[in-house]
Structure formats: structure tokens, C-alpha cells
């Protein structure tokens, strides 16, 4: 039997959403931060794979490496950032749950 809302739910299921929130978030944070240079990395290895973002012929001589890392890097900030919206309003959910459930609200 599934629970109809979150009120409903069993305080199992509450903590996992937090913990899963919490799990969500972290690579967002690494993204945005470019912890130990994993941006960086993940977009070299994109580019070197051959997935080309951009159009090489619709640049100019020379600017196809600097348009395509730029193009890049927007792009994970802004996967990155729906990522960390949703971890936040896991968090935000599940963590506003539990504390109605302790102060028996």
C-alpha cells in the first residue's frame, strides 16, 4: 500500500528522501565548484569522445576549442543547477517532514 502523501509515509521512507536529497546534491556541488578540477575533466573527455556542441563551421578560424569549452562549461552549470533545485527540494521536503513530525505538528 503506497502512501498518499508524505504525511502518510513512514519515517523510513522520509529519511531515505533526505538522504537521498543530500546524495543528489553532490554532484551538482562538484560540478559548480569544479571539485579537484572535475568540470574541467569531464568536459576535456566529452570533447576529446568526438560529441561536438557546437557547430565547427559556423565559427571562425581558431575560436572552435575556446566556443566549444565555453559551450561546456554553460551547459553543466545549467544541468547542474536543475540537479541541485531537485536535491534541494528533497531536502527541503523531507527535512520540513521530520521536524513537523518532532514537534508533533
Same mark, same amino acid.
Given at each position: 500500500? *503506497?502512501?498518499? $502523501?508524505l504525511a502518510d509515509a513512514g519515517p523510513g521512507a522520509v529519511v531515505f528522501m533526505l538522504l537521498? &536529497?543530500?546524495?543528489?546534491a553532490a554532484w551538482p556541488i562538484a560540478v559548480i565548484t569544479n571539485f579537484?578540477?572535475?568540470?574541467?575533466?569531464? *568536459?576535456?573527455? $566529452?570533447?576529446?569522445?568526438g560529441r561536438r556542441f557546437v557547430n565547427a563551421r559556423a565559427l571562425?578560424? &581558431?575560436?572552435?576549442a575556446e566556443h566549444e569549452?565555453?559551450?561546456?562549461?554553460?551547459m553543466q552549470?545549467?544541468?547542474a543547477g536543475g540537479?541541485?533545485?531537485a536535491a534541494a527540494a528533497l531536502v527541503g521536503a523531507a527535512a520540513a517532514e521530520?521536524?513537523?513530525?518532532?514537534?508533533?505538528g
Open positions: 500500500m *503506497a502512501a498518499n $502523501s537521498f &536529497g543530500l546524495l543528489l579537484r578540477g572535475y568540470r574541467d575533466s569531464h *568536459a576535456r573527455r $566529452s570533447i576529446t569522445a571562425p578560424d &581558431g575560436a572552435d569549452r565555453a559551450f561546456s562549461r554553460i552549470y545549467v544541468v540537479f541541485l533545485l521530520l521536524v513537523r513530525r518532532v514537534t508533533g
